[in-house]
């Protein structure tokens, strides 16, 4: 059945370029049957798509070559993928665009980074549609629709709700029919890949690290194991879990909020570990905690449990934006930038810079109030509505939300 995710078309933003037109030169070493086609994505620091190129791909074909146009000032990352009958079946790694001056890039696609939790299609005017199959039938996540549609007897492509959602595959791309409105034209978008990652036990007995060619296994009594990833078996239904078996353990993962005693941090995936030579399983947690705080801008609530005033002068937009090992945002009246990264087990923001831009007392004290939260985070919370809360051990130092 044809899952996957993504309508992109052609997006061009009336932005200043930076850079000169391009080729990035995909590569790849599974045989494709035809109707397949290449997808090439640029994002912005947000991980939002600004520009999305199709190609078709001719079949038995390994490598593919895609003119880039100039790149606007948000280009941050470009991703590439292969689709064939409606699912991406291969992926290259999100790469940073660091040179945005340099006229030849190279991606290469693999099968283990097109592993995921979920397919992911982008309907219309760019509202990005969540699929998994599970037993029940598809679950939908859309901003104007949730729920489970069920296989039409007369067509296995042909899916609907009990509210009338009607979800329509076709080849390469979808219809999706909400209620009361015109279909939207779908097709299929790229992820962000779940390897590599690391995996550890909550009691802190095992250790786990699948990277895009080895895997590092270590269970308590055994001498750590390196094996190939190309020798491990692995199963990603699109059903929220993916399989992951060795010789002798397997891992289960399972997309969902996770957390490892006292450390005060949650992670993005949850891990199960089977050992059939014992015949033991034990809980744990994978993937990083800086995956569910990177991407959109947070902006800044509260500070040391006062909140900021709307509109107050006092109240100035503090934001932070965490990626790529770096967080970075405004203060009252300074930009500043640091490191961001896991260290010990806790969060840590360290070398906070900022301009030297004049600025009124009141705001300069609030500026270091916010400022001194940020180093001493040393854990956070994600709240049911998404509010982020920053904590220094138990205590709450900052709160934030994405708008």
């Known amino acids: 059945m044809r899952l996957a995710c993504a309508v992109l078309s052609m997006i061009f933003l009336a932005l200043p370029a930076l850079s000169r037109e391009g080729v990035v030169d995909l590569s790849w070493t599974a045989t494709l049957e035809d109707g397949a086609e290449a997808l090439l994505l640029v994002r912005d620091e947000d991980g939002e798509a600004i520009i999305a190129l199709r190609t078709p791909v001719e079949g038995g074909s390994t490598t593919l070559q895609i003119d880039l146009p100039p790149l606007p000032r948000t280009a941050k990352t470009l991703q590439s993928g292969l689709i064939s009958d409606g699912a991406v079946i291969l992926q290259s790694a999100v790469k940073q ?3 945005r001056t340099a006229s030849d890039l190279s991606l290469a696609l693999h099968e283990i980074l097109a592993i995921g939790f979920s397919d992911y299609w982008e309907c219309g005017d760019g509202q990005v549609a969540q699929v998994r199959q599970l037993a029940d039938g598809l679950h939908l996540q859309h901003p104007a629709a ?4 069920v296989a039409q007897n007369d067509s296995a492509q042909t899916f609907t709700a009990e509210d009338g959602t009607e979800l329509r595959f076709s080849g390469n ?3 999706l029919t909400l209620p ?3 279909p939207e034209l779908c097709r299929p978008a790229l992820f962000r890949p779940v390897l590599p990652l690391d995996a550890v036990a909550a009691s802190n007995d095992w250790r786990i690290e699948l990277g895009l060619d080895t895997a590092l296994i270590d269970l308590p009594g055994l001498e750590d194991e390196t094996l190939s990833s190309a020798g491990l078996s692995i199963s990603a239904p699109r059903n929220g879990m993916i399989d992951i ?3 002798s353990p397997s891992l289960r993962l399972t997309e969902g909020r996770c957390t490892l005693t ?3 941090l949650i992670y993005p995936i949850a891990a199960e570990l089977t050992q059939y030579a014992t015949e033991t399983v034990s809980q744990g947690c994978a993937g990083s905690p800086m995956d569910l705080l990177s991407g959109r801008a947070w902006h800044v609530l509260s500070l040391h449990g006062i909140k900021l005033v709307e509109n107050a002068q006092a109240a100035s937009d503090l934001t932070l934006q965490i990626g790529n090992g770096q967080i970075s945002g405004r203060g009252t009246c300074n930009r500043y930038v640091g490191r961001a990264e896991i260290e010990n087990g806790q969060l840590a923001f360290r070398e906070l810079g900022t301009t030297r831009l004049a600025c009124p007392a009141n705001l300069r004290n609030m500026e270091l109030r916010f400022l001194d939260a940020l180093e ?3 854990g956070f919370d994600i709240s049911r509505s998404g509010m982020l809360i920053l904590r220094a051990g138990h205590m709450p130092v900052l709160t934030a939300i994405r708008r």
């Open 245 to 247: 078996r060795a010789t």
């Open 146 to 149: 949730t729920g489970v549609l």
């Open 262 to 264: 006292d450390n005060g």
């Open 97 to 99: 665009i660091a040179d």
């Open 173 to 175: 791309q979808a219809e």
């Open 180 to 182: 009361g409105q015109e």
């Open 376 to 378: 001493a985070a040393s």
